[in-house]
């Protein structure tokens, strides 16, 4: 079972700030929470990765609150081409376990 | 940024052939390597994990003498479809995972069987 939570669906419109969240309340101590990107008949792309506090890239900022049980993942100013599936998971880095995926959300940017 | 090579992108055959995927991390050792089924409007969902030189792992429901995993080098991960049949047609993504880093992704097979 995947161990996370996120809405199936979120709309938008370009230019705006999106924000989609995702629970997981059973989140161990040594699980990082990362978020993937997938479009169609590919696969899917990191996007960035976090433990605690606040992350940001060039892409995208994590918001992780004190007690990790869910984690934001925040786009800045989307566009269209950022139309596609998000997926939030926890796993161990360290450890050679598989991230389990759950349904992901799917953004969809109108203009 | 780390690189998933995964070959061929798109494969259509004649049932009871045996089709291979390959998977290459280009710029880092993958310590462990993972094999991923996806079919349409679905998400992923997890076939097996493989250490290098090691057996790999398979979860329930997917049949190890079906689906041939190798895992020779810590930058290469074949999965061989033996005998496909058109049930066994879908997107089957590989995925690697280097010490202390997070999994990357291959751009995934296009899997058809005639």
């Known amino acids: 079972l995947a161990k996370t939570t996120q809405p199936i669906s979120m709309d938008s419109y370009e230019g705006q700030e999106v924000n989609i969240t995702c629970s997981h309340n059973n989140i161990a101590t040594n699980d990082y929470i990362t978020w993937y990107q997938q479009f169609p008949s590919q696969g899917p792309r990191f996007i960035i990765q976090?433990?605690?506090t606040k992350v940001t890239n060039e892409v995208a900022s994590l918001f992780i609150p004190a007690d990790r049980k869910s984690s934001t993942l925040s786009l800045p100013r989307v566009s269209l081409s950022d139309t596609a599936v998000y997926y939030c998971l926890v796993g161990d880095n360290q450890a050679g376990t598989a991230l389990i995926f759950g349904k992901g959300t799917t953004l969809s940017v109108s203009s | 940024g780390a690189v998933v090579s995964q070959h061929p992108s798109w494969v259509i055959c004649k049932s009871g052939t045996s089709v291979k995927i390959e998977c290459r991390s280009l710029?880092?050792?993958?310590?462990?390597m993972f094999w991923y089924r996806q079919f349409p409007k679905q998400s992923l969902m997890l076939m097996a994990t493989?250490?290098?030189?090691?057996?790999?792992?398979?979860e329930q429901g997917v049949e190890k003498d079906k689906f041939l995993i190798n895992h020779a080098s810590l930058t290469l991960s074949t999965l061989t479809v033996t005998s496909a049949h058109p049930e066994d047609s879908s997107f089957y993504i590989c995925?690697?995972?280097?010490?202390?880093?997070?999994?990357?992704f291959g751009d995934g097979t296009r899997l058809s069987i005639l």
């Open positions: 493989s250490n290098e030189g090691s057996k790999a792992t398979y």
């Open positions: 995925s690697a995972k280097g010490a202390n880093q997070p999994q990357h």
């Open positions: 976090g433990y605690k």
């Open positions: 710029d880092f050792q993958a310590t462990t």
